[in-house]
């Protein structure tokens, strides 16, 4: 790997010319990462996606990872869709107009009219439990990517923010508003209101739940469950309601819907 040689950039920026992945890289080198570093490439070969998937991604897909620290130990579930919050905040904020179009989809992407554009892989590493977890944001966002091509029809339904704006923000701008909401969750996840702070969190992405009153399919080792979304808890699973009434309740899977 190496590191670009184009400039000026930011000094919390490790822009890479390529990588295999950004999180893999991040991992590595985790213990030289500051709080707040962004490690970015154009060209990552081998993606990773949640549940041990393949992330593919053509150009145009802006791939990156943001190093947290101190983040604790008990909020990790529900920390991809407070991830996936901070991924709309920024977006908002630079494509004014799309309100309401942005939506989560448990357990970790952002939707733009019920396609996939973004999605989030985090990573911790514990040291002790009273420092909490140093969490690695991965986040594959699609920028100005063309998914028509056969060799990538295989990704399911993706949007990319050029299709919804005559010019794209500059992917530094995107990174440093990523980057600034990243930081603001993560800084009030640090302090000693971190409870209220959660539960506010995921307050607001329970507004923004893309799955409330659907019928779903969860997959979750081999298993298929189907039924009425619900939810999102106070500790971010999601719960479902079976035919029969009863209710379950999970901490990760994935989310289809009954019908596709
Ligand atoms: C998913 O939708 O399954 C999560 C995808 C996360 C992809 C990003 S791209 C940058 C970072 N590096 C990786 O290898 N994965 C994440």
Redesign the pocket.
């Known amino acids: 790997d190496s590191i670009s040689a184009a400039a000026p950039l930011p000094p919390w920026l490790k822009w890479l010319e390529s990588c295999s992945?950004?999180?893999?890289w991040a991992i590595e080198h985790l213990a030289q990462l500051d709080h707040g570093t962004v490690v970015f490439t154009r060209h990552?070969t081998?993606?990773?996606?949640?549940?041990g998937?393949v992330?593919y991604?053509p150009p145009g897909?802006l791939?990156?990872?943001v190093v947290l620290d101190r983040i604790p130990a008990t909020q990790l579930s529900g920390f991809s869709l407070i991830a996936g919050l901070a991924v709309i905040y920024a977006i908002e904020d630079l494509v004014p107009g799309l309100q309401n179009q942005l939506r989560l989809k448990w357990t970790?992407?952002v939707w733009l009219n019920q396609r996939?554009l973004a999605?989030?892989?985090c990573e911790g590493v514990t040291s002790n439990l009273s420092n909490g977890t140093k969490l690695v944001v991965?986040?594959?966002l699609n920028h100005h990517a063309d998914f028509t091509s056969l060799e990538i029809s295989t990704i399911r339904n993706p949007a990319s923010l050029h299709e919804v704006v005559p010019i794209v923000p500059n992917e530094i701008l995107i990174l440093e508003k990523l980057r600034h909401y990243l930081l603001q969750t993560a800084g009030l996840l640090q302090s000693s209101q971190h409870s209220s702070c959660f539960s506010v969190l995921l307050s607001a992405v329970r507004d923004r739940d893309a799955l409330l009153g659907k019928q779903i399919t969860i997959e979750l080792s081999g298993e298929q469950i189907s039924g009425e979304a619900i939810g999102i808890d106070d500790r971010g699973c999601l719960r479902l309601r079976l035919s029969d009434g009863t209710i379950r309740t999970f901490m990760s899977g994935h989310v289809t819907f009954a019908s596709v």
């Open positions: 992945s950004t999180n893999t990552q081998h993606g990773r996606g949640q549940n998937r992330w991604s897909v791939t990156l990872s970790n992407d996939k999605g989030v892989l991965g986040i594959g």
